[in-house]
């Protein structure tokens, strides 16, 4: 998608702190931290948002999980806690469309999250 910001990191048109990359998935650094570890886990196909998943990405946004637990482990952040989650659309509190997983540990977490 020519004007979205993730697709670019994929691309590498701009830079991105990023952690983790495979076929289908990159990790990198949010580039305005919550928390002291703050990655984003994208998925390399462009969907806007939550409610464009299809039954064809179940298997992407388990997959999408599962790298947030290995990098929560490798972050050392996996035995105190983390939390993992993805906003969608404005009330959701999303900014980029393009779906990501926020992974976000290394301070207690509150709830509600406001
Ligand atoms: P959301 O509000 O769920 O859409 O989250 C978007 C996140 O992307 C925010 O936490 C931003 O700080 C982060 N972000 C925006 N642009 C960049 C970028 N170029 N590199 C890294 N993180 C970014
Ligand atoms: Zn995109």
Redesign the pocket.
């Known amino acids: 998608m020519p004007d979205c910001?993730f697709c670019k990191?994929i691309n590498k048109e701009?830079p991105?702190k990023i952690i983790y990359e495979d076929d289908r998935v990159v990790a990198?650094?949010?580039?305005?931290p919550?928390a002291p570890v703050h990655v984003?886990i994208i998925p390399k196909e462009h969907v806007a948002t939550l409610n464009d998943l299809t039954e064809e990405h179940t298997e992407l946004v388990g997959y999408m999980t599962q790298v947030a637990k290995k990098l929560a482990k490798e972050l050392g952040i996996d035995e105190k806690g983390y939390r993992v989650l993805m906003?969608c659309n404005r009330q959701g509190?999303?900014?980029?469309y393009h779906i990501?997983l926020?992974l976000l540990g290394g301070r207690q977490m509150h709830w509600p999250p406001g």
């Open positions: 910001i990191i701009i991105a990198f650094d949010d580039i305005e919550q984003l906003n509190g999303q900014a980029v990501h926020h």
